[in-house]
């Protein structure tokens, strides 16, 4: 039940240790200065029953305010501040969350059983609504409890042990029961995620203007809207499920806390009246059965807060057990140029997938070579460039570089080696400078940016920007953002890989948006834009295979012929048909 507990403390330990001491002493005060309330206004009681002396009277009213005035500021002061240090730890506990993410294996994105494990691990950090802020207060809360029952004990051991245990009874009933309440609750929350997951992808799909045109176009409005419905309807049986269990244990509540003050008031009303004790015992001993019962509550709250977490703790391990297979075991220096990349009788199938969408591919590329992979739709070429960018792993057999297994590889330092541009690339909501430069966008001259840029061919396009490289990309943050063309991303997506100046390329058909002169011009420059790199070169315009070495064509996953353009123009066979296919519209 600690563990989850047990985990927070050495992280906030690690991240600010003073949130610790400032909890620890805010325990403290606010056990004793209620105590204060207690014990004091009996002694001033008794002195207005008895003596009346002046300077007695005055002195514990002193002391009653002072420790309530500097006891409350001192509490204010670390309560606020303790909330201050634990955003720190919070946001710190985020980042990691993020870089944990960033660090998944690029498979487990597209594996909905690993978004589903996510959305439940993210419940640690916001479990009912306030997450682990609350619970580090209920585990502190535990500790300075002790010091409220030691204080308490001290006054109501005096007072008749049957009543005492009676109360005990009472609050454990009810404990009994939130608790059983409590793993209910939590249980059901983990059943949500889910479904709350999907909830969100509807809903973004209606907010998110990216699918703007599909919505309306295929008036699917109804339709999406249907199924948001359908999912938020799912989540209101659970809120009313959770509604109605809480409603019982709030009953069950108010109560035994019925029963708790009926008992607190007979027996002292009578003890009274039997002139067993005093008019300041009475308020005493009143004050200290109520500040009980509240204190009490209160632990087995903060108990039941802890023990709620450790389940969503589970969660988080589990998440948080998701090998990184990709950063995980040997870790080998790339080596020297010249490369010379291998794949070895690779085959491949997609995780959950019936059938083989590579099979025995055995491919050998030498440093500086430019292999064009032509093929029909669907026969694996971006599934080759994602093996050996090792977005996934072979199934079978392995890929090579210079003879050692790309798996073995340092991650980070192989991506180093691969610059490239895939149909898919995503731009982001940043300046143009940042989405070419990314990390390095700062230091990097914005020269060398506009000069990547106009051999990428976006110079035009550039100089008609007010603010050049510094114009933000969409408008997401700037109404006067830049929306590129299909095209114009392509351009930026291309100036990347430029910058990054990688030796190995993988260009996944990156001129298939631009119009019939861009890719005129990157044509004619294809061999200056990839020179001395090993590149594979995946399009669909045929023409383009004449500037490469070698061509290897793909058919149902397999490599059906390969050779240079003449070899595989001299023979008859699918690279033949296929250019003679595309030229005859050409003449
Ligand atoms: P190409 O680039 O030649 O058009 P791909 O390599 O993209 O072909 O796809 C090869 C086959 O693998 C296709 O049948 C495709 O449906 C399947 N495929 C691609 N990506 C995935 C994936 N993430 N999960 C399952 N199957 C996939």
Redesign the pocket.
């Known amino acids: 039940m600690f563990r989850g507990i047990g985990f927070l403390m050495k992280y906030t330990w690690k991240v600010e240790k003073r949130y610790i001491f400032y909890q620890i002493l805010l325990q403290i005060l606010t056990a004793v200065v209620p105590l204060a309330d207690i014990v004091i206004p009996k002694c001033i009681i008794d002195e207005l029953m008895g003596a009346q002396r002046v300077d007695v009277l005055l002195g514990w009213t002193a002391l009653l305010l002072a420790i309530n005035l500097l006891g409350n500021w001192l509490i204010s002061f670390l309560d606020g501040n303790s909330f201050t240090l634990l955003s720190k730890v919070f946001t710190s506990f985020q980042a990691m969350m993020a870089d944990r993410l960033s660090r998944s294996d690029y498979a487990r994105l ?1 594996d909905p059983k690993f978004l589903d494990i996510k959305a439940k691990a993210e419940k640690f950090i916001y479990a009912n609504g306030q997450g682990f802020g609350q619970v580090m207060r209920s585990a502190f809360s535990v500790f300075g409890k002790l010091f409220t029952f030691a204080g308490i004990v001290a006054v109501i051991s005096t007072l008749n042990t049957w009543v005492v245990l009676a109360l005990v009874a009472l609050v454990l009933v009810n404990a009994l029961f939130e608790s059983k309440v409590r793993k209910q609750t939590t249980a059901w929350d983990l059943e949500k995620a889910p479904i709350e997951r999907r909830t969100s992808y509807f809903l973004d799909l209606v907010e998110n203007f990216a699918f703007g045109k599909e919505i309306r176009l295929y008036g699917m409005k109804d339709w999406i809207v249907g199924k948001v419905r359908e999912h938020l309807q799912v989540s209101e049986r659970f809120y009313a499920r959770q509604t109605r269990l809480l409603n019982q244990a709030r009953y069950l509540s108010a109560f035994t806390n019925f029963v708790l003050k009926g008992i607190a008031y007979g027996y002292l009303i009578v003890s009274v009246v039997k002139d067993l004790i005093g008019i300041g015992d009475f308020t005493m001993y009143m004050s200290a059965l109520l500040n009980f019962s509240a204190a009490m509550r209160e632990l087995m709250e903060s108990l039941l807060n802890i023990r709620q977490f450790a389940g969503y703790y589970d969660a988080l391990m589990e998440y948080m057990d998701v090998p990184q297979r990709m950063y995980e075991g040997r870790r080998l220096p790339v080596p020297q140029r010249p490369y010379e990349l291998r794949f070895e009788d690779v085959s491949f199938r ?4 019936e059938n083989d ?1 590579l099979k025995h591919i055995s491919i050998t590329l030498r440093d500086g070579e430019k292999l064009s992979v032509v ?10 460039v ?1 093996l050996l960018c090792r977005f996934y792993d072979p199934t079978e057999g392995r890929i090579t570089l210079n003879g050692a297994d790309i798996r073995d590889l340092d991650y980070d330092q192989y991506m180093a080696l691969i610059g490239s541009v895939f149909q898919d690339y995503k731009l982001l909501a940043f300046t143009v400078k940042e989405n070419v430069a990314f990390q390095h966008a700062e230091q990097e001259e914005d020269g060398r940016i506009r000069d990547i840029l106009m051999r990428s061919g976006l110079a035009h396009r550039l100089e008609t920007l007010p603010r050049g490289v510094h114009s933000h990309i969409y408008r997401t943050f700037d109404e006067d953002g830049f929306e590129p063309s299909g095209g114009e991303g392509q351009k930026i997506a291309l100036a990347r890989a430029i910058y990054k100046n990688a030796p190995i390329m993988v260009l ?1 058909e990156p001129t298939a948006a631009l119009d019939p002169r861009a890719e005129y011009e990157i044509y004619r420059n294809f061999s200056q834009l990839t020179e001395g790199k090993t590149t594979v070169f ?1 399009s669909h315009r045929m023409s383009s295979s004449k500037f490469c070495d070698h061509i290897a064509l ?1 058919k149902n ?1 397999e490599i059906a012929q390969y050779g240079t353009h003449e070899e595989l123009m001299a023979r008859s066979g699918d690279y033949k048909e296929l250019f003679d296919m595309q030229a005859q519209f050409y003449r």
Do not use: R
């Not at 997609?350 to 997938?353: A, D, I, L, T």
């Not at 093929?375 to 080759?384: H, I, M, P």
């Open positions: 597209e997609y995780p959950g997938q969408v093929g029909e739709n669907g026969a694996g070429k971006t599934t080759f994602k996944d995946i793909f996953g």
